[in-house]
């Protein structure tokens, strides 16, 4: 879990900063957390790649395409505006949270796998969505 919490560090610093920087670095910090959040994004996607691995050959194929999933989600949204990239990393966070309850329901993940992604999850949600309203707000 405190690996865990480090990784939203940079979340919460740059959503925080969007609300107190100046307009003109906005666009920087906004790009900054797009950026991050789709790297975080794809490794959670890499997580069930290595859950399809690990089963019997010709069990995974559904998996690994889940798995490569939000790495491409991840990257279209990098060729978004700021505010509407950070509005469809909320969703594909939301989307990939919802693939990981579903893996520890199927027995795939462990169980306390549940308890890390869930806080996790919520709080890279709050803070893409404070960052975009922060984007949305300073305008153009």
């Known amino acids: 879990m405190v690996l865990g919490a480090g990784g939203v560090v940079p979340f919460l610093g740059i959503s925080v900063a969007l609300w107190l920087a100046p307009a003109k ?3 920087v910090l906004a790009t900054a957390l797009v950026a991050y959040a789709a ?4 490794f959670l996607g890499a997580v069930h790649w290595g859950l399809a691995m690990a089963r019997p050959a010709g069990d995974g194929w559904r998996w690994y395409g889940l798995g490569v999933a939000p790495a491409l989600v991840a990257w279209g949204a990098t060729w978004l505006a700021p505010a509407p990239a950070l509005g469809v990393l909320v969703l594909a966070f939301a989307g990939a949270l919802a ?3 579903s893996a520890v329901a199927a027995g795939r993940a462990p ?3 549940r308890s890390l992604r869930v806080p996790l999850s919520l709080a890279v949600m709050a803070c893409l969505a404070l960052g975009g309203a922060a984007v949305w707000v300073s305008g153009p």
Not at 39 to 42: D, K, P, R
Request: glycine share 0%; proline share 0%.
């Open 99 to 101: 693939l990981d309850l």
């Open 111 to 113: 169980r306390w796998y």
């Open 25 to 27: 670095h906005i666009n």
């Open 39 to 42: 790297v975080i994004l794809s």
